[in-house]
């Protein structure tokens, strides 16, 4: 089969090309998958820089998110059959035109949705699901702060705090036009700051009368830890999702952590285990897959499509995402 690989182990966008794998065989509880459409994800130039390993046993072939066809099963399969419709998520291989994964890893594809605002989702959603839903246990009337709000994940999260009755919903970007889309769309966004220009911490306190906000996602790490602490209420859930500005905080007063009686929860989903995964993936179908449309649909959940390329060209899909311009998910169709 044809799959994106990498020319070096530390590799730059340059370094991704197409060229021959071996095709995945389904063992018996697994599908195999013939590949429309790919979701890119930052943690696929993390990766393919050497950054970030796949989890033992995974493909080592970039790509966690996809849309397509079953092509076969294997032995125990019972749910599937040759030419069902899927989105799925994987630990790896993804970026190819087949990919093998568990049973439990592949939902049904809805006929509303394209092949390309199916790929979008399941990292996507399942991360923000996770942070939003599972570890902010968001409830009706909480203040949310959603860091990197332009995002696929974030504006995911935004969604779903904003369906599930959060009362305000700050999100932070580094432009005024990222800023003004997110609170031009339908739930989306309340309230916005540019993080480059603005303290948000002191927005989140404005917007919120004082109290601070119940919930803040965050990707940013170092440079948004001490603000985040002084965004957050008392009984506050922040959930960190990556570390973009570094890990190491040389200076900080724990203070409030202890005086607000905050949590926080670090989120990952590539790492958990098959069954954590299955179990995540069948609630996320049965409480918020039958409410996401595309950007055109009339749910109060959307999919937001930044751009498409083919894969021919995925060395441009890569420099796009690394140049932080997106507003929304950037899809790769296989052809």
């Known amino acids: 089969m044809r799959a994106v ?51 033992a046993g995974c493909s080592t072939i970039l790509g966690v998110e996809f849309s397509g066809h079953i092509a076969a099963v294997g032995s125990d399969v019972s749910q599937w059959k040759i030419d069902d419709e899927v989105m799925g998520l994987a630990g790896g291989g993804a970026y190819a035109e087949y990919i093998v994964v568990l049973q439990t890893h592949v939902v049904r594809k809805p006929t509303r949705l394209s092949w ?17 839903i599972v570890y902010g246990e968001v409830t009706p009337n909480d203040n949310v702060l959603v860091h990197a709000g332009a995002s696929g994940v974030g504006i995911a999260a935004i969604q779903l705090a904003r369906v599930n009755g959060a ?25 916005a700051a ?23 996602i965050d990707f ?12 957050l209420a008392v009984d506050g859930r922040m959930t960190m999702q990556g570390l973009l500005s570094g890990p ?35 609630r996320f179908e049965k409480e918020v897959l039958q409410h996401i449309t595309g950007e055109k649909g009339d749910g109060p959940i959307k999919t937001y499509i930044h751009k498409v390329y083919s894969w021919n060209d995925i060395q441009d899909a890569h420099r796009e995402m690394e140049s932080n311009s997106n507003s929304g998910k950037i899809i790769a169709e296989v052809y």
Request: glycine letters at 6%.
């Open 5 to 55: 690989l990498i020319k070096n182990d530390a590799g730059h966008a340059e370094d991704l090309y197409i060229g021959e794998a071996e095709t995945p065989v389904p063992r018996a509880d697994e599908v195999l998958v013939k590949i429309k459409a790919f979701g890119l994800n930052r943690m696929d130039i993390s990766q393919r820089e050497g950054h970030y390993p796949p989890p």
């Open 116 to 132: 390309v605002e199916a790929a979008s989702i399941p990292e996507c959603f399942l991360t923000a699901f996770q942070a939003m």
């Open 167 to 191: 009362k305000t919903v700050l999100a932070t970007a580094s432009t005024q036009d990222k800023l003004d889309w997110l609170l031009s769309l339908p739930n989306g966004a309340t309230n």
């Open 194 to 216: 540019n993080y480059k220009t603005e303290d948000f911490s002191q927005v989140a306190r404005e917007v919120t009368q004082g109290k601070g906000v119940d919930i803040v």
């Open 220 to 231: 940013v790490g170092q440079a948004h830890f001490e603000k985040n602490l002084a965004s």
């Open 248 to 282: 190491v905080v040389e200076s900080l007063n724990l203070g409030p952590i202890l005086m607000k009686r905050l949590r926080i929860q670090g989120s990952t989903l590539r790492s958990r285990t098959p069954q954590y995964q299955a179990d995540l993936i069948a």
